[in-house]
């Protein structure tokens, strides 16, 4: 009680500390940056990802002034509560974009029918090779020697693998990677089903460094958790929850297991967060900048961090390649921000901006320009320098 206090007075006062121009305010504040002839265009920003929820880099922080895992998670989701989160994940695997389903082969390893709900034990015979090929309503199971396919089996619907002696090693166009719990051809597609504790070792150490202190790779852990069970209560598709990219969380499999990011799972074991009794939507960033975003819960606050230290970032380009991007305006004549969310320095995050030139105007969002132009967030400034023309001298 006593840390989850101190938090609170950091908290407070940071929010005395840093300047803040109320979001009424800093919402009609008109700023023109005006571009004439060839420019240089200077973007100084702060923060890196969306900014909602958890900042990585302010666990780190946090967790580096001695706040636990528990008291990092709820200073980063207010109004949540804790509860149990267990069952199983259904994840696609994005590198297999064949059709079929190819595993090593080693001893172990067996085939169930989801059908008929049948398993068998696949023989030796010599293989090098095993799939699951769909074939109209049916399922091929094969094997290879090294030349050609040979058909095994094949049943109605689809079909798994699962092997009784650890993990499998797929075969994709991008190589072999191991994978525990089965893997399952599904609509076609590569369906990773494994327990949600199994999944979380190949989440947590591609989203933050495993040898980072183990209560912010812990609070980590427990907002990976929550956030999949969140999409596993709306799946992304019939048959699977989420895939393995950042557009959902990072998931690498056995190949990026780390026993210090291992542990972190342990100590939060099962542990969740829910609101109005159904899994939150702890969404998460790298770095909030110092002031985190609303987000569209809730529990997804914008407030002062003091434990994010990430450092301001700058992004250099030019009028002419602004123009690239957005033709229709012309020559580029000013770049006008109208509209920010009023929090942190600059006034904020831009929501609405417009880029000016002789032929039109471009009306984008803040997110729009970082999306084209690979800002790290929508949280940045201007400035804006006429290029030196070279001049040539006379004799």
């Given amino acids: 009680m006593l840390r989850t206090r101190a938090l609170l007075v950091a908290l407070m006062t940071a929010t005395l500390l840093l300047p803040v121009l109320p979001a009424e305010a800093a919402n009609r504040r008109v700023e023109v940056y005006p571009t004439t002839g060839d420019s240089v265009v200077t973007l100084t920003g702060r923060g890196y990802g969306h900014g909602h929820g958890l900042s990585q880099y302010g666990a780190q922080g946090a967790a580096s002034q001695g706040y636990t895992w528990q008291q990092i998670v709820e200073f980063y989701y207010p109004g949540t509560t804790w509860g149990a989160i267990t069952g199983r994940m259904r994840v696609l695997i994005s590198a297999d974009t064949t ?29 090098r090779k095993w799939r ?21 089996k094949q049943f109605r619907g689809e079909g798994e693998l699962s092997s009784t002696r650890g993990p499998l090693s797929l075969v994709t166009p991008a190589g072999t990677s191991d994978y525990r719990g089965k893997l399952r051809s599904d609509e076609r597609d590569t369906v990773n089903v494994l327990p949600m504790e199994s999944y979380l070792r190949g989440v947590v150490p591609e989203e933050v460094p495993p040898l980072w202190e183990p209560h912010a790779v812990a609070a980590q852990s427990v907002a990976a958790r929550t956030y999949a069970a969140a999409e596993r209560s709306n799946p992304t598709a019939a048959h699977y929850d989420l895939c393995d990219t950042s557009h959902c969380q990072v998931y690498g499999g056995v190949g990026v297991e780390h026993e210090a990011a291992t542990a972190a799972i342990r100590m939060t074991e099962g542990q969740g967060l829910y609101y109005d009794g159904v899994p939150a939507f702890t969404q998460f960033s790298a770095s909030n900048g110092g002031w985190s975003s609303a987000g569209s819960t809730p529990y997804l606050v914008a407030q002062t961090d003091p434990f994010d230290g990430y450092a301001e970032w700058t992004f250099t380009t030019n009028d002419a390649s602004l123009e ?51 800002l790290k967030s929508e949280w940045f400034t201007f400035t804006v320098t006429p290029k030196l023309q070279g001049r040539r001298l006379d004799p």
């Fill in 99 to 127: 059709s079929d389903v190819q595993v090593v082969a080693q001893r172990g390893i067996k085939v169930k029918s989801l059908e008929r709900r049948r398993t068998w034990r696949l023989p030796s015979k010599g293989a």
């Fill in 132 to 152: 699951l090929l769909p074939s109209g309503s049916r399922t091929k199971v094969q094997f290879t020697k090294g030349w050609g396919w040979r058909t095994w």
């Fill in 324 to 374: 690239q991007h957005w033709p229709a305006i012309g020559d580029l004549t000013s770049i006008e921000v109208t509209s920010r969310d009023g929090n942190g320095a600059w006034g904020g995050r831009v929501l609405a901006m417009s880029l000016v030139g002789t032929t039109g105007r471009a009306d984008i969002s803040g997110d729009d320009l970082r999306t084209v132009l690979g």
